[in-house]
Structure formats: structure tokens, C-alpha cells
């Protein structure tokens, strides 16, 4: 499903965002260091320099000396080289200068002056390591970034060195925690030490670091903690010490209540999420229902077509505008809702038209006009879903607590969703068109006496459904694939929505789209996708049993129809 | 019981069923028995199960013109009975297949695929033909009970209930792609070998399952005739065109409702069950919303409100989307597409509509 796809789309951001950045910064650091600081700390620089020859040593022994000394100077500009060395990008020529090859393996440059060399004039070799090295160069690594400056870079330092603890470097996280200023990599620095100290073998220190977990640790910590609680096979317990056990079992207690807690605001952020999405699907498909007692069949396609306009637009602003690539987004929204918007006041004008007082007939074409549409799209665009780039400012997202991400694109999309719903509330309520709009929907016979031009109303307010729609598919392209069949994943959902939330009113149709989004997301990790959307729709014909007309029906006369 | 069967048609009727009959029961296989294979007129074997599976689509045609032509319920759901048909017909010829599977186990082979030790328990009993057959007459229409009285009795009506129908084959689709929910998931239940012995691939076999879907759609036919020319048929068209007048009259509409949409579901399933063997797959994809909504265009092609018209539509419609599927498969969409437009725009009332509209007999028929 669409959803699953959306969300290892962020897990992919995240794991991007966490390895690309610090080898990014690492490198600016580099040539900044490399240009200006280097006439400043000549003596040092002397130092790092012949330290750096070191790594192209053909002895393994040496080798490690270098790294060793490397580690020891800390100074950030052995970074890249360090880290070349590691992934087997870093290389010797004959003349013992040392290349850095970049990561597409067709360029390369000098360790120690940084200048490009060409590397297919040069006979490289590659200096031989092996795991004792290996070990070397990550606590090499890992103390020259625990004390960068960066907190960011230390903050990568200290994570990793949580996944894979290393006893030489606890004591440098021991050294540096006094002098940290930033609070997330203490808790970090705080949370390394305490593994340390679960294995230490003073009671008071293993408690302390119970403690420390229990306060901050996250679910990675629960097997450790498991251990300690757990009995073997003749059924004594693993660890001796009572009050360790007691200890342990509260703070695993207390791991899980913070997991629980976490899961439910994922939740509730991603039942608001698809709430919000679902909303704009459903809210032109309500109005125009409301209004015309017309369900649209091919209001899903308006989603896709709003989603396409914005694939072109983008396309459009790659081709010619490319310094501007970042906000093809802004344009997008009053073209995607303009072109939504116009095709269906052409359906509305040539085919809906004609079918008024025949519901169940309007419905059967309106799908032949979705299969064409459908069909229109796969011809021009083909039939593979198209690549619709997020901006850099919807790109990654809010780590709100450990593991749990809201990706910047949804908040958008929950703004976004507020603004314009809000607008369509306006025009409804405050304008003249809006007042036509609502006599219209109340008594159409009496609109007309009184001098409406019903059939204008009918064709704006279908414009305006429609280009809802468009921008529905605008704010879906941000957060999932789109291509032919964008419309047809929705569409039934959206049908729930206004069933739900009967027509007529706006908020009836937000209740129902959150009430919707909600329930699918608490109800997904305890039954399943699937079985959670069986239960959304028995919830809904439950529902219907009550109030047949929808949660928030138009009462009295009204509701006749 | 004879007189009143024979008071169901006219007599110029009568002669063309039975001339209809002939050539499908009797000329039919004749031709492909005795004319010798390079003659024009020789009918292929692969003839027999193209027409058996029009002929199932013909029976969900008749079906759903009964609740939707007749009783002006539309249902985008009809989807769900069939498969429930030919789910259960699948399963049977499944246990039938034996020890022949690919991996020669007693469980069918998805099951082995999926590591399964043991038969779920709601596959118990398909071993025997009588248990399927029982499950394929009663399940189907039990299902439908159940929803239409939920549906019904809470007033869901018109695009309401044209929406929930279409909402409840999206869900049970979902439900059977789940490999977990043990009907073999995307793939489906195909591969069968054989049913009640005769092998499937046989040419005889096709013939005999060919005929016997002819005898079944002659005798629904039937059915469906004496039921919507009783007295019930009046109250039904009554629905369809004042449901509330009907009401006010004293008759309370649920029952009738309930009483047609469980014969349309019951229809509907025995369609599925002859489906299966014929095509020789079963698959989630037959519970796609597109699907059902496809059903419903049979009914319109054809002529809403009258049963010769389904019958008509469903075999036009299913040729022209063989035709296309072969000679010009992006254009299908297109043509399905415009004919829902055109039909509900320029032909309401269908081909049959549209050429009795020369003769002055069918007047009272008028679909609203």
C-alpha cells in the first residue's frame, strides 16, 4: 500500500539525512582547514602532515602507528583521509603521495594539499588493512569526532559508538562529558556511559546507570535490561543481585511506558496526517454531492490530475528555471487547482449536466469519464508512476523523540489543509457565490424563483470541488508516488468520508475525514492494515445505523431529499 | 405448474428460446464433433470455454438486472457473491487436485509455500462435492442477507448503498490478497486438475461444463421471469419507481428488497461456481470495485428492466472487450469508458430499449 511506500520513503530520508550531512560538513571543515587554518598552526600542521604520510605505510604496524598518532592530534583535517582509508578510497602512488578518490571512483585528490590530481596518469596502489587496523581507525575516528565542534558531528559520534560500543572511547566520553554544552549529546554521552557501566562490577555504579536508562534510554536498551531479569534454564536467575533485578524490571517498565507513549503520538500524527489528506479528497466530492445529490466518480482523477499538473510544473521550472527549482511548489498550487478546476466545469458543462435527477446514472458515467481520464494519462505519461521531487524545505523531517520522525512534507500538508479549508469555508460563508451555493443546496426549485442562476451556481461550485481535488493531489504528490491509478487508492476512502460525514455541512465532512484517519491509524498496529480497514467500514455501517444520513445531517426539512 | 411456466412468453417467444437453445446445446457441439477441422463451419474446442465463461457473466447479468434493472437498487458490490462462488467451487477442485501438486503434499501447494502444517479448519469439508455445492447455493446469499438487512433496514439507499456495496468488495479484497487469510492470496486458487474425476483439460469435460452452465441460465432464466412477472415483480418495479408511495400503500419494502437482493447474491454465486472451472482461476482481482461497476454496464448496454437485454449486454460487452484485449489494448479503457458515457446520455434504456422503441409492444416496461 501507498502508506508503507511513504513511509520507508522517510526512513530512507532519515538514514540519508544521518550519513550524508556529517561526511558533507566534514569535508567543508576540511577545505576550510586546509585553505585558512593551515599557515596558523604550521607547527601542528608539520605534525599532522608527516602523521599523514604515515597512512600510506606498506607495514601494518606502521600503519596503525599513524592512525594511532592521528587519533591523538584530533585535529579534524585527518577526517577525510581517515574515513577514506576505512571505506578503501584512499590510495598510494608511487611517489608515496596520498589520494583521496571520491565516491563515484573517477576523481581524486591529494590528502595533504587537497589539489585535484588526475588519477588515471598515476599507478596507485592500495595500503592492505585488516581488522586490527580496522579497530584502530574507528577509535581513530571516533575521538577525532567526539571532540570536534560541531555538535552535530559529535552527536553522529556518540550514536554510533552507542550501536557499537568501544571501551577506548568511553574513556574520552568519560573526559568530554564535563566539557559538552549540548544537551542531546550529553544524553547520548550520558546513555554510552551507562552501557559501560551495566557491566561494570560496582553495584552502585550499575544502579546509577539503570537509573540513566530507565530516564533516557529508548527500546534498543530493552534486551540488555531483559537479561537481567531473566531466568535460565534450570529456572535461577541470571543475575544475582536482588535489588539489580528490581531496579532493571522498573526501568524496563519504564522504557515501555515512554514506547507506548511514543507510538501513540506517531499515531495520532499520522491518523492527522491521513485525516488532512483525506480531507481535501472528500471535500469537494461532499460539496458537490450536497449540492447536486451527484456522486462523482471521477473525482479521484481530479487528485491525479492535480498531482500530474504539479509533475509538469516541475519539469517545466527543471528545464528553465533551474537557480528557482526549490519553489516550483508555489506556482504549482493555483495551477494545479486552475487545471483540476477547468476540466471539471467541462465535465460538468458537457455530460454532468445532462444527467440531473438521474443519481444512480451520473454515477456510471462519471466512472466512464475516470476510466478515459485514466486511460488519458497512461498514454501521455505512461503507465509508471513519475517522480515529483520534495524541495529541500519538505525534505526530512522533526525527530520528535527517539525513532519517531514527522517528516516536514505532512506538517505542511496539515497547515496546508487548515488554509484551505478555511478558504472554502469563507467563500461558503462570507461571499455571495457561498450564499447562492447554500440556497441552492437547500431548495433548488426556490433558488431558481428567487433568481439564481442555478446552473451557474452548479457549474462554480463544480469548479470549485474539483479544483479542491487538485490540490489534494498536489499535497499527495509531496508525500507519495504518483501515476495513473493515484485517484482509484483514494476514492473509496473518500466515498467513507461523506458517507460518514453526510453533505452538506464542512465540518461534517473534517469530522469525518480525521474520525477516519484516526481510527485507520490506532486500529492499523493493533489488527493490521487490512483487517483495520475492514473494521473502518463495519464502524461505518454501525454508524449508519444510527443517523442514516451521515453524522452531521441537515435537519428538518432538508433532509427529505 | 406447466401452464404457468408456459404463460412466461409468448408463443413466437417460446419458438425463440427454444431455436436459441438449439443452436447453443445442440448445433454447436455437432459442429464441432462431426464437421472435420478445416472446414469454415467446424467450431474449435477453445469456443466452448469462451462461451461458458460469457454465459456466467450472462447469469451475473440477469442477476444484477433483477436488483438494479427491476427494483432499482444499484449495487456495485455483485463482485463479492461471485467470487464467494467461485472461491468455494476453487477450493473443492483444490482438495480434488490431490497429491499432484507441485510439491506432492496433501495441502494445496500455496499452503506448503507458505509453511503451513495443517488444513485451516474453514477448509474442511470442500473434500466433497455435496458440501460445496451446498456452501456455493447458501453462503453467497446468507452474506448478502446479513448485509441487506443491516443496509436495508437503516433506509441506505441510491448512491448510499451503491457506495457501501462498493466499499465492501474493496475490503474483501484486501481481505483475500492477505496470504494470511489462507486463499492463496495474490495468486489465488488455479492449477486445477480435474472435477468429480473428469479432467478439466479434457475437450469433453469443457463441452459437458459448457452445458451444463447453458441448462443453468436457461432455468435462472426462467426463474427470474416467473418472478418478475408474479405479483412480487409489480411490487419490485413499484419500489423502483415510488418507494415511498409503496410504503404508504401498506407493504413494507424491506422484505421485498431483502427477498430480491439475497436472489440476485444466490444468482450471482452459482455464476462464480461455474466461472471457476471453465476459466480455471480464481483470484482476489474478481472483487475489484472496476469489476462490479463493469457488471452493471452489462445490465445497461443491454437494457435496464428487461432480461433478454442483460442477457444481450453481457455477451456484447464481453466480446468487444475480447476483441480489444487482443487487437488494440490501450484503446479498451476508451471504449468502455465512452459507452458508460454515451449509454447513460443518448440510450437510458439500452439496445433493448432503443429498438423497441419501433414497436409499441414493450411500452409498459420503462425503467425511470
Request: proline share 3%; aromatic share 12%; hydrophobic share 50%.
Amino acid at each position: 500500500m501507498k502508506k508503507d511506500g511513504t513511509l520507508h520513503k522517510y526512513q530512507r530520508l532519515k538514514t540519508n539525512l544521518k550519513n550524508r550531512k556529517p561526511f558533507l560538513r566534514f569535508l567543508g571543515l576540511f577545505l576550510f582547514l586546509a585553505v585558512g587554518l593551515f599557515p596558523l598552526s604550521l607547527v601542528e600542521a608539520n605534525d599532522l602532515d608527516s602523521a599523514l604520510r604515515g597512512l600510506g605505510n606498506k607495514s601494518r604496524a606502521k600503519l596503525k602507528v599513524a592512525v594511532k598518532r592521528l587519533g591523538d592530534i584530533g585535529n579534524p583535517a585527518a577526517l577525510p583521509a581517515l574515513v577514506a582509508l576505512k571505506n578503501k578510497r584512499l590510495q598510494v602512488s608511487e611517489d608515496g603521495a596520498l589520494i583521496i578518490i571520491d565516491e563515484s571512483g573517477d576523481h581524486g585528490h591529494d590528502a595533504l594539499s587537497g589539489k585535484q590530481v588526475d588519477i588515471k596518469s598515476l599507478d596507485l596502489s592500495k595500503p592492505r588493512i585488516n581488522n586490527s587496523v580496522r579497530r584502530v581507525l574507528s577509535v581513530a575516528i571516533g575521538k577525532i569526532q567526539l571532540t570536534s565542534d560541531d555538535p552535530e558531528v559529535r552527536l553522529g559520534a556518540a550514536r554510533e559508538l552507542l550501536k557499537r560500543p568501544s571501551s577506548d572511547l568511553v574513556v574520552l566520553v568519560e573526559k568530554s562529558l564535563n566539557e559538552e554544552s549540548d544537551d542531546k549529546v550529553r544524553e547520548i554521552f550520558f546513555l554510552v556511559l551507562a552501557k559501560e557501566g551495566l557491566n561494570s562490577d560496582d553495584k552502585e555504579k550499575r544502579l546509577q546507570s539503570l537509573e540513566v536508562i530507565a530516564k533516557y534510554g529508548n527500546n534498543d536498551f530493552k534486551t540488555d535490561l531483559e537479561a537481567l531479569v531473566d531466568k535460565n534454564e534450570k529456572g535461577e536467575y541470571l543475575e544475582n543481585d536482588p535489588e539489580i533485578r528490581k531496579t532493571a524490571s522498573k526501568a524496563i517498565s519504564s522504557l515501555e511506558r515512554r514506547q507506548f507513549f511514543i507510538n501513540q503520538a506517531a499515531n495520532f500524527f499520522y491518523g492527522l496526517s491521513l485525516g488532512s489528506i483525506l480531507l481535501l479528497a472528500a471535500l469537494g466530492l461532499a460539496i458537490t454531492f450536497g449540492l447536486m445529490g451527484v456522486i462523482n466518480m471521477a473525482h479521484g482523477e481530479m487528485l491525479m490530475i492535480g498531482a500530474y499538473s504539479t509533475f509538469v510544473v516541475q519539469n517545466i521550472f527543471k528545464e528553465y528555471l533551474p537557480e528557482f527549482f526549490d519553489w516550483y511548489l508555489i506556482p504549482a498550487i493555483p495551477i494545479a487547482f486552475t487545471v483540476s478546476a477547468v476540466i471539471g466545469i467541462i465535465l460538468e458543462r458537457t455530460i454532468i449536466r445532462h444527467l440531473y435527477g438521474r443519481p444512480l446514472e451520473t454515477l456510471l458515467a462519471t466512472w466512464g469519464i475516470s476510466l478515459v481520464l485514466i486511460q488519458s494519462i497512461r498514454l501521455i505519461f505512461g503507465a509508471q508512476n513519475v517522480e515529483v521531487a520534495n524541495p529541500y524545505y519538505l525534505s526530512g523531517g522533526v525527530e520528535v523523540m527517539n525513532g519517531v520522525v514527522f517528516p516536514y512534507s505532512r506538517i505542511v500538508i496539515i497547515i496546508f489543509v487548515v488554509f484551505v479549508v478555511a478558504a472554502v469555508w469563507a467563500l461558503l460563508q462570507k461571499t455571495s457565490l457561498g450564499l447562492q451555493v447554500r440556497a441552492v443546496t437547500q431548495n433548488r426549485e426556490m433558488a431558481s424563483c428567487m433568481g439564481i442562476s442555478t446552473h451557474k451556481v452548479d457549474m462554480y461550485t463544480f469548479g470549485l470541488g474539483s479544483g479542491v481535488a487538485g490540490l489534494g493531489g498536489l499535497a499527495l504528490s509531496q508525500i507519495g508516488n504518483v501515476g495513473p491509478e493515484l485517484g482509484q487508492l483514494y476514492i473509496v476512502d473518500s466515498f467513507m468520508v461523506v458517507v460518514l460525514g453526510g453533505v452538506g455541512k464542512i465540518v461534517g465532512t473534517v469530522a469525518g475525514a480525521l474520525g477516519l484517519g484516526f481510527i485507520n491509524k490506532f486500529l492499523e498496529p493493533v489488527a493490521g492494515a487490512v483487517l483495520g480497514k475492514i473494521m473502518v467500514l463495519v464502524i461505518v455501517i454501525v454508524l449508519i445505523q444510527k443517523r442514516p444520513q451521515g453524522l452531521f445531517a441537515l435537519k428538518g426539512r432538508m433532509a427529505d431529499n | 405448474m406447466i401452464k404457468k411456466i408456459a404463460t412466461l412468453h409468448s408463443f413466437k417467444g417460446w419458438i425463440l428460446t427454444f431455436i436459441l437453445l438449439g443452436i447453443a446445446l445442440v448445433l454447436l457441439p455437432l459442429l464441432n464433433l462431426l464437421v472435420p477441422e478445416e472446414s469454415v463451419l467446424h467450431v474449435p474446442d477453445y469456443i466452448f470455454s469462451l462461451l461458458g465463461k460469457y454465459l456466467c457473466y450472462a447469469l451475473v447479468a440477469l442477476a444484477v438486472d433483477l436488483i438494479w434493472g427491476y427494483t432499482g437498487i444499484l449495487s456495485l458490490g455483485h463482485g463479492v457473491f461471485f467470487s464467494m462462488g467461485g472461491y468455494a467451487m476453487g477450493m473443492y477442485l483444490m482438495r480434488s487436485i490431490g497429491k499432484e501438486g507441485v510439491y506432492k503434499s496433501d495441502l494445496p501447494d500455496f499452503m506448503v509455500f507458505l509453511d503451513w502444517k495443517e488444513l485451516p479448519w474453514y477448509w474442511y469439508g470442500f473434500d466433497y462435492f455435496a458440501f460445496t455445492l451446498l456452501v456455493i447455493l447458501i453462503l453467497p446469499g446468507l452474506f448478502a442477507f446479513t448485509f441487506g438487512y443491516f443496509a436495508f433496514r437503516s433506509r441506505i439507499k441510491g448512491v448510499y448503498f451503491a457506495i457501501i456495496t462498493q466499499a465492501m468488495t474493496y475490503a474483501l479484497m484486501l481481505l483475500f490478497f492477505r496470504n494470511n487469510t489462507g486463499f492463496g492470496g495474490n495468486n489465488g486458487l488455479t492449477d486445477f486438475k480435474r472435477i468429480l474425476g473428469y479432467s478439466l483439460h479434457e475437450p469433453s469435460t469443457k463441452v459437458g461444463l459448457y452445458i451444463i452452465t447453458i441448462i443453468v441460465l436457461f432455468l435462472s432464466y426462467l426463474l427470474s421471469r416467473y418472478v418478475v412477472r408474479s405479483k412480487l415483480g409489480r411490487i419490485l418495479t413499484a419500489i423502483r419507481d415510488a418507494e415511498s408511495r409503496v410504503m404508504f400503500s401498506g407493504y413494507n419494502t424491506l422484505h421485498y428488497k431483502l427477498f430480491v437482493w439475497t436472489l440476485s447474491a444466490f444468482l450471482c454465486g452459482i455464476a462464480g461456481a461455474l466461472y471457476v472451472p471453465q476459466v480455471g482461476i480464481i483470484n482476489p482481482s474478481e472483487m475489484q470495485p472496476s469489476n462490479s461497476i463493469e457488471m452493471a454496464i452489462w445490465v445497461a448496454v443491454g437494457g435496464r428492466g428487461t432480461l433478454s437485454g442483460a442477457l444481450i449486454g453481457a455477451g456484447l460487452v464481453n466480446g468487444a472487450k475480447s476483441w480489444f484485449t487482443v487487437a488494440a489494448p490501450d484503446y479498451w479503457l476508451y471504449f468502455l469508458g465512452t459507452l458508460f458515457i454515451v449509454l447513460t446520455l443518448f440510450f437510458p434504456k439500452g439496445l433493448v430499449g432503443f429498438f423497441s422503441r419501433f414497436s409499441s409492444k414493450d411500452k409498459m416496461r420503462e425503467p425511470s
